[in-house]
């Protein structure tokens, strides 16, 4: 909220360069702000898709979390005035594989009751896959 009084205070002194050089910072901090959020729902969407794919089943609580993560990803990626998005496809892939190993390490401590080390879950699921289905439940209208 200080940037803004400090940009209306350059703006009024006629400070133009200044008052831009204040928005492009206010412009990477809400960016910035996005790129978290995302990636704090990635760790809770992959969480939840690795443990389907390592117990081979689905509960609705996992479901549940699944399509809270995945809804809370699109609202926090799509532009308002222009209908786009702050990441590409290939950013989300990015984002998503690195939040996987978070995702991983809580979802050895919850799947088969916590019984596996995150190396050992590893070894029985396909991370690109999950990966990849994360981006399509993401990128699905």
Do not use: C, P
């Amino acid at each position: 909220m200080e940037e803004l009084f400090e940009l209306k205070d350059l703006l009024l002194a006629g400070n133009i360069n200044d008052a831009l050089l204040l928005v492009d910072e206010l412009t990477e901090m809400s960016k910035d702000d996005k790129l978290n959020k995302i990636f704090s729902f990635s760790k809770i969407l992959l969480l939840h898709l690795i443990k389907q794919a390592a117990e081979k089943r689905k509960t609705r609580s996992w479901d549940l979390s699944i399509a809270n993560a995945v809804k809370e990803i699109q609202r926090t990626n799509k532009r308002r005035k222009t209908k786009g998005t702050y990441l590409t496809r290939e950013e989300l892939y990015e984002t998503l594989e690195d939040a996987y190993d978070l995702g991983l390490k809580a979802a050895a401590k919850e799947s088969f009751e916590g019984k596996y080390e995150a190396e050992e879950l590893a070894e029985m699921v396909n991370k690109t896959a999950i990966i990849e289905q994360g981006i399509d439940l993401i990128l699905e209208k």
